[in-house]
Nanobody, 113 residues
Framework: QVQLVESGGGLVQAGGSLRLSCVVS????????MGWYRQAPGKQRELVAA???????NYADSVKGRFGISRDNAKNTVYLQMNSLKPEDTAVYYC???????WGKGTLVIVSS
């Protein structure tokens, strides 16, 4: 059973930074692309950032230049560095394993104005 555990969410003022982490159990991490998604109240879940096995990254237009996704295969961990946060970034952030379509339970990010 693959488990994903996210951490790093919290309350931050606009303009601040947070770093989210997601630890994935088992050996699937090194065989899969990874993604961070978010879901704001009343909205659909959307892709924020993705990273392939080779390290190629992709970002939603709304976060380009502010967020950075990275992975550490030795630690089975994917990160999302979030800078220059805006109130509209407020959401529950979910980690996703592409291979097998596994999801974490999410971590809440609240950005106050």
């Amino acid at each position: 059973q693959v488990q994903l555990v996210e951490s790093g969410g919290g309350l931050v003022q606009a303009g601040g930074s947070l770093r989210l982490s997601c630890v994935v159990s088992g050996t699937i991490f090194r065989l899969s692309g990874m993604g961070w998604y978010r879901q704001a109240p009343g909205k659909q879940r959307e892709l924020v950032a993705a990273i392939t096995i080779a390290g190629t990254t992709n970002y939603a237009d709304s976060v380009k230049g502010r967020f950075g996704i990275s992975r550490d295969n030795a630690k089975n961990t994917v990160y999302l560095q979030m800078n220059s946060l805006k109130p509209e970034d407020t959401a529950v952030y979910y980690c996703h394993v592409d291979r097998g379509d596994y999801w974490g339970k999410g971590t809440l990010v609240i950005v106050s104005s």
